[in-house]
């Protein structure tokens, strides 16, 4: 078979080469597209594949038009639109690959080559990580070999050849390209296409079914990335504020939406004492308007492209949402107040249960308050119960807790005795509430892992979180975390619940678990250096890049000067290059080349490859006629001596003086 394949024609060479690109295209896309597009694309790139080496004729055009209209149909039933990212992606991937199905003529398959850029490009849609850029820049040279394959003059050129042409051209545009890349104006982060509304993001949701943020521990991708200016806060001061949410409806928690009036609706009111925390935060796309900061934060992130606003239950949102990386910084102080320090017409907001659930835990909460150490316990007391409740009472911190039921805080307090941090943060709640007392629970991430090859902190989306607030008089919002008292280790050290590894992985851990642990510690510093320089490569990165160039003002008028003035001086050096390079060209060639251009102006016929001795020979046939004549085929049989002669009987700087001098005869009739 393989013997069979190098023998093959060219042109079934050439095609199969090209399929295997496109192929190589489309593979990144594999696990976006819907299954049948995925299954149809290898049918046809294999049919074509087939043809091209039994050397069969191509299928006729309503093949071709049937499979269309088929996709056309199948793209909208599976995205009910033919329009918007993903449904046109999965066309293009279509067309792509019945295109290939009537490749009869070179302006077929330069019509290809164009449609298989684009779909690279596509596929910076989805993703931009270091490991997309990389397997395009594979097919980019795949798509150029088969480019420069095409220009190649007919014969067998070995592809290789193409390949390091294709190669040299890539090179030589890199510069361009990098320039391009850093002064061309943007108005966005590169790659700055919002996603599609309904393409959901793996990260926090604005609410919270009991058990939903487990399903986040089983996902280890990186939330986001955070670098400390100084010293960073302890673990147990690492709490990222997300979502906070404060109604529940027996099933599923939400961000609060109160009855009350505005004028009885709680503030902010915000205090902060002791030292800043500053640092800066490169936040995965997660197509949400919130942005992710450590507790607490007064003042406005600094963010581009976006307006961060703060709620008053110190969440700080943005105008929209973030379907791209973005990078911002921001203030935190991890020693704070916030909320009515007195009791308020607004909190009983966050005493409310709804009628009907977990009518085991209201009994709890009713014989805690009739027992005597507590018959007139304050907040603080109440606290400490339940949290000793959690100590003693055989709770177990768990990913794999069983499915809960309707009474999801009755089945942990009394059944199961067992949960992941949302379990344990909601029956706390609404046990604290049945106590009388405000709380709500509050999402996001706790903890983190310093990356020691680069010294960035990084949270996963296993680091997703739920605890606590409690209202307590004098105080305001005090943060409870529940799942401490279940499992210390959670919120003291990086000991977290991990999910199942697979087969690769723990054979890895086996043989070096120290190997497997610094090689995923130095992918991805390689990959957060290339989101710091590359995907986050914004305005105010440009901007920088003037001021360090000696502008004090930087605008985007300056940005196209520099743009402009490198244009001219890289067009400028082009010409340079063009003259120093004619100037060093066979100084021989060229005065023959002058020779043959006034002949060919005093009327001679002359032909390009005419040697010295050949024109001389021509203008002998008229020398006695015209004396000129002879005079200039000495000149040439001179010009010859020079260059083959072993001592020539003039130099070539005399040879170009008699050239400008002589008068070249002109041809009789």
Same mark, same amino acid.
């Given at each position: 078979?393989?013997?069979?394949?190098?023998?093959?024609?060219?042109?079934?060479?050439?095609?199969?080469?090209?399929?295997?690109?496109?192929?190589?295209?489309?593979?990144?896309?594999?696990?976006?597209?819907?299954?049948?597009?995925?299954?149809?694309?290898?049918?046809?790139?294999?049919?074509?594949?087939?043809?091209?080496?039994?050397?069969?004729?191509?299928?006729?055009?309503?093949?071709?038009?049937?499979?269309?209209?088929?996709?056309?149909?199948?793209?909208?039933?599976?995205?009910?639109?033919?329009?918007?990212?993903?449904?046109?992606?999965?066309?293009?991937?279509?067309?792509?690959?019945?295109?290939?199905?009537?490749?009869?003529?070179?302006?077929?398959?330069?019509?290809?080559?164009f449609l298989g850029f684009f779909t690279m490009l596509s596929n910076f849609f989805f993703s931009q990580s270091l490991l997309t850029a990389a397997a395009m820049l594979?097919?980019?040279?795949?798509?150029?070999?088969?480019?420069?394959?095409?220009?190649?003059?007919?014969?067998?050129?070995?592809?290789?050849?193409?390949?390091?042409?294709?190669?040299?051209?890539?090179?030589?545009?890199?510069?361009?390209?990098?320039?391009?890349?850093?002064?061309?104006?943007?108005?966005?982060?590169?790659?700055?296409?919002?996603? !599609?509304?309904?393409?959901?993001?793996?990260?926090?949701?604005?609410?919270?079914?009991?058990?939903?943020?487990?399903?986040?521990?089983?996902?280890?991708?990186?939330?986001?990335?955070?670098?400390?200016?100084?010293?960073?806060?302890?673990?147990?001061?690492?709490?990222?504020?997300?979502?906070?949410?404060?109604?529940?409806?027996?099933?599923?928690?939400?961000? +609060?939406?109160?009855?009350?009036?505005?004028?009885?609706?709680?503030?902010?009111?915000?205090?902060?004492?002791?030292?800043?925390?500053?640092?800066?935060?490169?936040?995965?796309?997660?197509?949400?308007?919130?942005?992710?900061?450590?507790?607490?934060?007064?003042?406005?992130?600094?963010?581009?492209?976006?307006?961060?606003?703060?709620?008053?239950?110190?969440?700080? +949102?943005? !105008?929209?949402?973030?379907?791209?990386?973005?990078?911002?910084?921001?203030?935190?102080?991890?020693?704070?107040?916030?909320?009515?320090?007195?009791?308020?017409?607004?909190?009983?907001?966050?005493?409310?249960?709804?009628?009907?659930?977990?009518?085991?835990?209201?009994?709890?909460?009713?014989?805690?308050?009739?027992?005597?150490?507590?018959?007139?316990?304050?907040?603080?007391?109440?606290?400490?119960?339940?949290?000793?409740?959690?100590?003693?009472?055989?709770?177990?911190?768990?990913?794999?807790?069983?499915?809960?039921?309707?009474?999801?805080?009755?089945?942990?307090?009394?059944?199961?005795?067992?949960?992941?941090?949302?379990?344990?943060?909601?029956?706390?709640? +609404?046990?604290?509430?049945?106590?009388?007392?405000?709380?709500?629970?509050?999402?996001?991430?706790?903890?983190?892992?310093?990356?020691?090859? !680069?010294?960035?902190?990084?949270?996963?989306?296993?680091?997703?979180?739920?605890?606590?607030?409690?209202?307590?008089?004098?105080?305001?919002?005090?943060?409870?975390?529940?799942?401490?008292?279940?499992?210390?280790?959670?919120?003291?050290?990086?000991?977290?619940?991990?999910?199942?590894?697979?087969?690769?992985?723990?054979?890895?851990?086996?043989?070096?678990?120290?190997?497997?642990?610094?090689?995923?510690?130095?992918?991805?510093?390689?990959?957060?250096?290339?989101?710091?320089?590359?995907?986050?490569?914004?305005?105010?990165?440009?901007?920088?890049?003037?001021?360090?160039?000696?502008?004090?003002?930087?605008?985007?008028?300056?940005?196209?000067?520099?743009?402009?003035?490198?244009?001219?001086?890289?067009?400028?050096?082009?010409?340079?290059?063009?003259?120093?390079?004619?100037?060093?060209?066979?100084?021989?060639?060229?005065?023959?080349?002058?020779?043959?251009?006034?002949?060919?102006?005093?009327?001679?016929?002359?032909?390009?490859?005419?040697?010295?001795?050949?024109?001389?020979?021509?203008?002998?046939?008229?020398?006695?006629?015209?004396?000129?004549?002879?005079?200039?085929?000495?000149?040439?049989?001179?010009?010859?001596?020079?260059?083959?002669?072993?001592?020539?009987?003039?130099?070539?700087?005399?040879?170009?003086?008699?050239?400008?001098?002589?008068?070249?005869?002109?041809?009789?009739?």
């Amino acid at each position: 078979m393989l013997q069979r394949l190098t023998h093959l024609p060219r042109e079934a060479r050439d095609t199969l080469f090209l399929l295997a690109v496109i192929a190589w295209v489309i593979l990144p896309q594999v696990e976006r597209l819907p299954l049948w597009c995925s299954a149809m694309a290898a049918v046809v790139l294999l049919w074509r594949g087939h043809i091209a080496v039994q050397g069969q004729s191509l299928p006729a055009r309503w093949w071709l038009l049937g499979l269309l209209a088929l996709a056309s149909a199948a793209t909208w039933w599976s995205y009910k639109t033919l329009l918007g990212r993903d449904a046109g992606v999965t066309l293009i991937v279509v067309l792509l690959t019945l295109k290939t199905l009537e490749m009869r003529a070179r302006r077929d398959a330069f019509v290809i080559f164009f449609l298989g850029f684009f779909t690279m490009l596509s596929n910076f849609f989805f993703s931009q990580s270091l490991l997309t850029a990389a397997a395009m820049l594979v097919a980019l040279l795949g798509l150029l070999t088969a480019l420069v394959n095409a220009h190649m003059p007919v014969g067998r050129p070995p592809l290789l050849q193409a390949a390091k042409t294709a190669g040299w051209m890539a090179l030589l545009g890199a510069p361009i390209m990098t320039v391009l890349f850093m002064l061309f104006p943007r108005i966005a982060p590169l790659w700055g296409l919002p996603g !599609d509304a309904m393409s959901g993001r793996s990260g926090l949701s604005g609410q919270m079914q009991v058990g939903s943020i487990a399903s986040l521990a089983l996902d280890d991708s990186i939330a986001m990335r955070i670098r400390f200016d100084g010293q960073p806060p302890t673990q147990t001061d690492l709490y990222f504020r997300g979502p906070v949410l404060s109604s529940f409806d027996g099933r599923e928690w939400r961000a +609060l939406r109160s009855s009350f009036p505005a004028r009885y609706q709680l503030g902010a009111d915000l205090q902060v004492q002791g030292s800043p925390v500053n640092y800066q935060v490169t936040l995965a796309a997660n197509n949400r308007p919130w942005l992710i900061v450590l507790d607490a934060t007064p003042t406005k992130p600094e963010i581009a492209g976006y307006t961060p606003t703060m709620g008053p239950d110190l969440q700080w +949102l943005t !105008d929209q949402p973030m379907s791209d990386l973005v990078r911002y910084r921001a203030t935190s102080y991890p020693q704070f107040r916030h909320g009515p320090t007195r009791l308020a017409v607004g909190l009983q907001d966050y005493v409310d249960l709804p009628s009907g659930f977990n009518p085991r835990t209201l009994q709890l909460a009713a014989e805690m308050r009739r027992s005597p150490e507590l018959a007139n316990a304050q907040t603080p007391q109440l606290v400490d119960a339940v949290m000793q409740r959690l100590r003693t009472g055989g709770y177990t911190y768990t990913l794999e807790p069983g499915v809960y039921g309707t009474h999801t805080a009755d089945e942990f307090w009394f059944d199961r005795k067992a949960g992941f941090c949302e379990h344990i943060a909601s029956s706390f709640v +609404l046990l604290m509430r049945a106590l009388d007392v405000p709380a709500r629970v509050v999402t996001g991430y706790q903890g983190g892992q310093v990356n020691n090859v !680069d010294g960035f902190w990084t949270v996963r989306q296993s680091d997703a979180h739920a605890w606590a607030e409690v209202w307590v008089a004098g105080q305001g919002w005090v943060r409870v975390d529940p799942t401490s008292a279940v499992s210390p280790g959670r919120t003291g050290t990086v000991v977290r619940l991990l999910p199942p590894q697979n087969v690769f992985t723990q054979a890895l851990n086996t043989v070096s678990p120290g190997f497997a642990i610094n090689l995923r510690a130095i992918w991805e510093a390689t990959n957060n250096r290339w989101n710091q320089w590359v995907l986050n490569y914004s305005q105010s990165k440009q901007m920088d890049l003037l001021r360090n160039l000696g502008f004090d003002a930087p605008s985007w008028e300056d940005l196209s000067y520099v743009l402009i003035a490198l244009v001219v001086l890289a067009s400028s050096v082009g010409a340079l290059w063009t003259l120093w390079e004619r100037y060093h060209q066979d100084p021989w060639l060229r005065l023959l080349h002058r020779a043959q251009t006034q002949m060919r102006k005093a009327g001679w016929t002359v032909a390009p490859q005419d040697t010295p001795r050949q024109l001389a020979s021509t203008l002998q046939t008229h020398a006695s006629a015209d004396p000129r004549s002879a005079a200039a085929a000495a000149w040439l049989l001179r010009l010859e001596a020079w260059r083959y002669a072993p001592q020539a009987p003039a130099t070539l700087a005399a040879l170009r003086r008699e050239c400008r001098q002589l008068p070249w005869p002109i041809r009789l009739p």
